[in-house]
């Protein structure tokens, strides 16, 4: 016991001893003052995240109808805002890739249009309201409604149409594109045929 008691009385031990213990104790506050500073910062990025505009666009069904000099497209969608901020939609927009002679690729962008509803003969617009601009969209809400665009046939010419996409630009001009939309013909109330590539006339 004596010879013990004499050991642990030498600073020579005890001191060395301690700062280990000291060392042992400042590694792990360290360790886990990082993980919980980790934490917060993927909690905080998360949050910033959910700040950052972004808009969603869930197409319900896509239309179009000939017109004597034109044809008339109308979408059906759902916009959701999943962030913790209210946003708007303040633009929106038909890109429709056409096809020219030699298989020359062109781009056109037609407008929102409400008023093409007035023109539209089949009854398929009663299932929403006709979207009008700007359309606010608070923190995670989701409006639905039409969007309707009129392609007047000198716009394109002879070429032949290959895709659609629908483009929507927010008040904070952060655009959200959809993927290509395949668009049915509107015939009558009781007819609709399939068409994922719309001719020219």
Not at 94 to 109: G, M, N
Not at 139 to 154: E, I, K, P, R
Not at 155 to 169: N, Q, Y
């Amino acid at each position: 016991m004596t010879s013990l008691a004499n050991v642990l009385g030498d600073p020579k031990v005890w001191i060395p001893a301690l700062a280990l213990l000291v060392s042992l104790i400042s590694v792990f506050l360290s360790w886990r003052s990082g993980k919980i500073a980790r934490r917060a910062l993927a909690i905080s990025e998360g949050q910033e995240k959910r700040r950052q505009p972004q808009l969603g666009i869930y197409l319900a069904n896509g239309y179009r109808q000939l017109t004597s000099n034109g044809q008339l497209f109308g979408f059906l969608v759902s916009i959701t805002n999943p962030t913790d901020i209210n946003n708007s939609i303040a633009r929106a927009e038909l890109q429709i890739t056409y096809l020219l002679e030699k298989d020359v690729e062109t781009i056109c962008r037609l407008q929102h249009n409400p008023a093409v509803g007035e023109s539209v003969s089949h009854n398929a617009l009663q299932a929403a309201a006709i979207l009008s601009l700007p359309v606010r969209i608070d923190a995670h809400q989701t409006v639905s409604g039409w969007f309707l665009f009129a392609l007047d046939n000198q716009v394109i010419g002879k070429g032949s149409v290959d895709s659609h996409r629908l483009i929507l630009e927010d008040t904070h001009r952060v655009s959200t594109s959809s993927d290509p939309i395949p668009v049915r013909q509107w015939l009558n109330e009781g007819k609709m045929e399939r068409d994922t590539t719309s001719p020219s006339s």
